[in-house]
């Protein structure tokens, strides 16, 4: 039986849950996505104490940073833009501390939408906090189509791990955000770029396998069949997944694994 590594995902918490209380919250299709990538997913959340944090990524082989709200512009240093969207302070001062926490590991870590946008910011990195206001352009970034639909194109870096790991350099990608990398954290190299120029994908400079992409390839499971490997959203987590075992491998995870 192959070894399923343990993935933290992280997750948003809102109040409005029964009786007011706060509710943890994450879209199903990370979990499927990695469940069928062969990892099994574990939940980290705001409500972890730092100490729980660092006990739930002690015995993970991956960090998987989650979409969602706006990062809260203090956070790299600016003030906050009149288009500027919900944020959640707790869920940032937890993803940041997991994505150092990882990176101290050299974890295996993969980051998606708003993710992309915390590993910036965590490694030093700003945003642009309203494309169309700040950056402007026709091309239109919270697309006006399903949640399934391919939105634009995405030109990746030849010869870049990424055009290893999707096996193209022309992608065709959804998306759904106003916010996206402005100065580009010195730990991070650009390797996707949108039609106009907004970076879609970057990779960790000094790191065994660090990705982030602006769209979301967990929704990718609506194109093609179960095992196609040409799908280059499937190979995305195919690759995080690999790399978790290798990183598991390395801490002798899989052996004692299987002496159980």
């Known amino acids: 039986m192959t070894f399923r590594p343990l993935v933290a995902v992280t997750t948003t918490m809102w109040p409005g849950g029964s009786h007011g209380l706060p509710r943890v919250q994450l879209n199903a299709q990370y979990l499927t996505a990695l469940d069928a990538a062969g990892a099994t997913p574990i939940l980290l959340t705001p409500a972890h104490s730092d100490q729980a944090l660092r006990g739930i990524l002690s015995i993970s082989h991956g960090l998987l940073l989650s979409g969602g709200e706006d990062v809260e512009p203090s956070r790299y240093g600016h003030s906050p833009h009149p288009a500027l969207g919900d944020v959640n302070p707790a869920r940032d001062a937890m993803e940041i501390a997991a994505v150092h926490e990882a990176l101290g590991r050299r974890m295996p870590v993969l980051a998606i939408c708003r993710g992309i946008q ?3 910011v965590a490694l030093g990195g700003t945003l642009y906090q309203d494309i169309p206001s ?3 352009g026709d091309l239109l970034h ?21 055009e290893r790991v999707f ?3 022309e992608l065709h990608i959804n998306s759904f955000h106003h916010q996206a990398i402005r100065d580009l954290a ?4 650009a390797t996707v770029w949108a039609e106009d120029g907004v970076i879609e994908g970057v ?5 065994p396998w660090m990705c982030g992409v602006q769209w979301h390839p967990e929704r990718g499971e ?8 040409r799908d280059p959203d499937r ?8 790399a978790a075992r290798e990183f598991a491998d390395s801490c002798g995870a899989m052996e004692t694994a299987g002496a159980r």
């Open 118 to 120: 915390v590993l910036n």
């Open 142 to 162: 919270e697309q006006a189509a399903p949640w399934n639909v391919r939105w634009h194109a995405g030109r990746v870096q030849p010869g870049s791990s990424l």
């Open 134 to 136: 700040e950056l402007g």
């Open 203 to 207: 990779e960790g400079i000094d790191h």
């Open 222 to 229: 609506a194109h093609g069949a179960a095992g196609d490997s």
């Open 235 to 242: 190979r995305l987590f195919w690759s995080f997944a690999q």
């Open 186 to 189: 010195p730990g991070l190299r």
């Open 167 to 169: 096996g193209t350099a």
